[in-house]
C-alpha cells in the first residue's frame, strides 16, 4: 500500500515538474500539455474509477497550489474526470491499441472545458472564447500525441506497485 | 468520489473567501517553496538541452538574424556614443537644480527556474524570495539596471523563491507613455498575443515600432507600482476600431519571455515609486 501511495505522490510531481519546465519550453501553437490530466485518464483507464478519482483529486489538488488561481477547480475537475474515465472504460470493449489514446485526448478535451466552466462561474477566467476553444483542441491532441509515450510507462509502473494476492490453502 | 467531490467544493469555497491570508494561501506557499528547489533542479539539467533543439528549429533563420544583429550592433555603438553625451548633459542638469533621481531602487539578480504550470496564467518562477529581500509587487525586469526592460511583476513570495507575474498575463496591467508622442494609456496582457495599450487619444499619430515605456500612475484601480521609463515593448500596429473616446494600439513586449532566463527584482515599495 505504501509503495502504491509513494507511486502515485512521484508520478505526480515528475508530472508537475515536467510541465512546469521542459514542457513549458516545448509548446504546441502557444500550449502545452495538461499532463495531470494524462495522467489522471490513463491511471483511471487501467485501475478503475475509484483509483482514478483518487488520483485525480491528489494531482489537481497539487496543481492548484501552485497556481495563484482559487484552489480546488482542477482538484474538482480531476476527481469528476478520473472517475467518470473509469466509468466509461469499464462499458467500452474494444482491442484497438489506440483505444487509451481516443480517451485521453476525448477525457482532456472535457476536463479542460468543464475547468473553463467553472472558472469562469467563478469569475476567474478573463479569456477570449476563441483561446478557450484553442486550449481544448491543442491540449487535447497534445496529451493524445504524447499518451504512446506515457501509457506504456505508467501501466509498467502501476501493475509493479499492484499490491500482490495471497491465497492461502 | 462523493466525498472528494466536497472536499474540493469546500476548498475552492474556502479559498475564494479567505483570498491570500487564510490557511489555503499559507499551503500554497508551502507546495510552491518544496517544489522550487526540484524545478531549479530539472532546469539546470534541462536548459541546455532545450536550447539545443530550439537552435536546431531556428537554424534556418541564425545567419539572417545574425547579419541583423551585427548591422544593430554597429548603429548602436553610434548612438552610444551620442546618448553618453546626452547623458553627461542630463547629470549636469540635474546636479545644477539641485534634483537627484527620485528613484533608484536597488535590485535583486534572479534566475528563472520554472513556468507556471497552467495554460491560463502567465507566470514564472525565480530563484530568489523573501530572504533575499523580494516582496510582492516589485517589478521585474530584464536587461541592466541602466536599461531596463519591464517583464512583469512580483505576486507571490516564498523563502527562497517567488513568482512572477508577466505582462502577457490577462490580469496584468500598468499606465503607460507611448515614447515619440508622449500619449498616456493602459496597456494590458493578451496572453500570448501582444499587450494591449488603451486609453490613446483618437487621432494621434502613432509610429511604427514607436516605444512604450512604464509610468508611474495607477492603473485599473491599482497603486502605481512601477518606475516611470521602463521599456516594455513597441509598437506594433494600431488596432481598428470605430471609437471616439479612445484608441488602442498593440504593443509587442521587449523582453523575449520564450529565452528568459536572467531577471533584476527592483526593490520598490508599493505605492512609493515617483512619476
Known amino acids: ?169 | 468520489m462523493v466525498v472528494l467531490v466536497s472536499v474540493s467544493l469546500a476548498v475552492i469555497t474556502l479559498d475564494y473567501r479567505q483570498g491570500q491570508s487564510g490557511p489555503l494561501a499559507g499551503f500554497g506557499r508551502t507546495a510552491r517553496a518544496a517544489m522550487a528547489p526540484l524545478q531549479e533542479a530539472v532546469t539546470t539539467v534541462t536548459r541546455p538541452i532545450g536550447s539545443f533543439f530550439s537552435g536546431l528549429a531556428h537554424l534556418p533563420s541564425l545567419a539572417e538574424e545574425n547579419q541583423r544583429l551585427k548591422d544593430e550592433l554597429a548603429a548602436a555603438n553610434a548612438q552610444s556614443e551620442t546618448t553618453a553625451f546626452v547623458q553627461q548633459q542630463y547629470r549636469d542638469l540635474l546636479a545644477l537644480v539641485g534634483l537627484r533621481e527620485s528613484l533608484d531602487p536597488t535590485s535583486v539578480p534572479a534566475v528563472v527556474i520554472a513556468n507556471g504550470v497552467s495554460n491560463f496564467e502567465w507566470t514564472v518562477t525565480i530563484d530568489k524570495g523573501s530572504a533575499d529581500g523580494i516582496a510582492p509587487n516589485m517589478p521585474v525586469v530584464a536587461g541592466t539596471a541602466l536599461s531596463p526592460l519591464l517583464v512583469g511583476i512580483v505576486v507571490e513570495t516564498t523563502e527562497h523563491s517567488a513568482d512572477v507575474q508577466l505582462m502577457l498575463d490577462r490580469d496584468w496591467s500598468a499606465a503607460a507613455k507611448l515614447g515619440t508622442s508622449g500619449e498616456a494609456g493602459e496597456v494590458q496582457g493578451q496572453g500570448d498575443a501582444d499587450l494591449r495599450m488603451s486609453l490613446v487619444t483618437p487621432g494621434t499619430e502613432i509610429a511604427g515600432n514607436e516605444a512604450v515605456f512604464t509610468l508611474a500612475y495607477q492603473a485599473s484601480g491599482r497603486p502605481g507600482l512601477y518606475p516611470a521609463g521602463l521599456l516594455i515593448g513597441q509598437v506594433s500596429r494600431t488596432v481598428p476600431y470605430d471609437n471616439s473616446i479612445e484608441e488602442f494600439v498593440d504593443v509587442r513586449p521587449a523582453v523575449d519571455f520564450a529565452t528568459l532566463q536572467f531577471v533584476l527584482v527592483l526593490q520598490t515599495r508599493a505605492g512609493e515609486v515617483a512619476p
Open chain 1, 1 to 169: 500500500m505504501l509503495r502504491r501511495v509513494l507511486t502515485v505522490a512521484a508520478v505526480i510531481i515528475t508530472a508537475l515538474l515536467l510541465q512546469s519546465t521542459i514542457f513549458a519550453q516545448i509548446k504546441l501553437l502557444g500550449v502545452r500539455p495538461e499532463l495531470l490530466y494524462l495522467v489522471t485518464i490513463v491511471i483511471a483507464i487501467l485501475e478503475g474509477p475509484q483509483e482514478g478519482a483518487v488520483v485525480g483529486f491528489a494531482g489537481g489538488m497539487m496543481q492548484d497550489f501552485l497556481l495563484n488561481q482559487p484552489k480546488g477547480i482542477t482538484a474538482l475537475t480531476l476527481t469528476l474526470l478520473g472517475y467518470a474515465v473509469g466509468m466509461a472504460r469499464q462499458y467500452i470493449v474494444s482491442p484497438s491499441p489506440l483505444l487509451p489514446t481516443f480517451l485521453v485526448a476525448a477525457g482532456t478535451a472535457a476536463g479542460i472545458a468543464f475547468y473553463e466552466v467553472v472558472s469562469f462561474l467563478l469569475g476567474q477566467l478573463d479569456q477570449p472564447l476563441s483561446y478557450s476553444v484553442k486550449v481544448i483542441v491543442l491540449t487535447a491532441l497534445y496529451n493524445a500525441v504524447l499518451t504512446p509515450i506515457f501509457y506504456p510507462l505508467l501501466r509498467r509502473l502501476f501493475e509493479g506497485s499492484r499490491p500482490q494476492r495471497v491465497v492461502r490453502f
